[in-house]
Structures are given as structure tokens and as C-alpha cells.
């Protein structure tokens, strides 16, 4: 079973910054499209960046687009999201997420039939 693990989440006032990154057992992860979702409590999970498998493409949602920026590490198989600028709207668990899709092709969660645990982000001062 493919296992997916993110950390660096915390608590960061607005502005501020964080890195998440996203540990796998993929033996090669540029065989995985992954991207990162967030669930804010009362809301259903938002899409906000993919990496896609055969390109390293990457996508971002509006809502980050500008502040955050998705990459991968092939040697160490994570992926990492770097948070920049972040405001309080933010705060939600953050999942990282992997399809065996070639391309990232929106922001369904049933498409991605893999996921970490997530990782808690709170930006408040």
C-alpha cells in the first residue's frame, strides 16, 4: 500500500510562513500525480496545488496562487508545499494526496485514492 505522511504543520501569524512536505513509500514518484488538499472544520476538502506525474506541471487554486508553490524531491520521494504570505482564511488540515494519473486533472478527492493524515495549520496572531 502506497503510505503518504506530511508534516511541518504549526501554528504562524498572518504573513508568516511554512514549509509542509509529504514523505511516501513510492519507489518513484514521478509515477504519482500528487497534490495537496485542505479541509477547514464545517467545509469539504479544497484543492489547492498538484504536481503532475509526467511533467512536474504544477497547478494552483486561486485562493494560493502567488503564495504558494508545490514541488518534489525525486531522490527523497516527498513533496513539499512552501506557504508563504498566509492568512488566517488558511488555517484548515492540510492532505497530501496521490492519483497514478499521469496529469493533475482537477481537484476531486475520490480521484485520488491515496492520502496522508494530515497536518494542522493555524495561522492566527
Known amino acids: 500500500q502506497l503510505q503518504l505522511v506530511e508534516s511541518g504543520g504549526g501554528l504562524v501569524q498572518p504573513g508568516g510562513s511554512l514549509r509542509l512536505s509529504c514523505a511516501t513509500s513510492i519507489v518513484s514518484i514521478n509515477t504519482y500525480s500528487i497534490a495537496w488538499f485542505r479541509q477547514a472544520p464545517g467545509k469539504e476538502h479544497e484543492g489547492i496545488s498538484c504536481i503532475s506525474a509526467s511533467d512536474d506541471s504544477t497547478d494552483y487554486a486561486d485562493s494560493v496562487k502567488g503564495r504558494f508553490t508545490i514541488s518534489r524531491d525525486n531522490v527523497k520521494n516527498t513533496v513539499s508545499l512552501q506557504m508563504n504570505s498566509l492568512k488566517p482564511e488558511d488555517t484548515a488540515v492540510y492532505y497530501c494526496?496521490?492519483?497514478?494519473?499521469?496529469?493533475?486533472?482537477?481537484?476531486?478527492?475520490?480521484?485520488?485514492?491515496?492520502w496522508g493524515q494530515g497536518t494542522q495549520v493555524t495561522v492566527s496572531s
Open positions: 494526496a496521490a492519483s497514478a494519473a499521469f496529469y493533475c486533472s482537477g481537484y476531486v478527492p475520490y480521484e485520488y485514492p491515496y
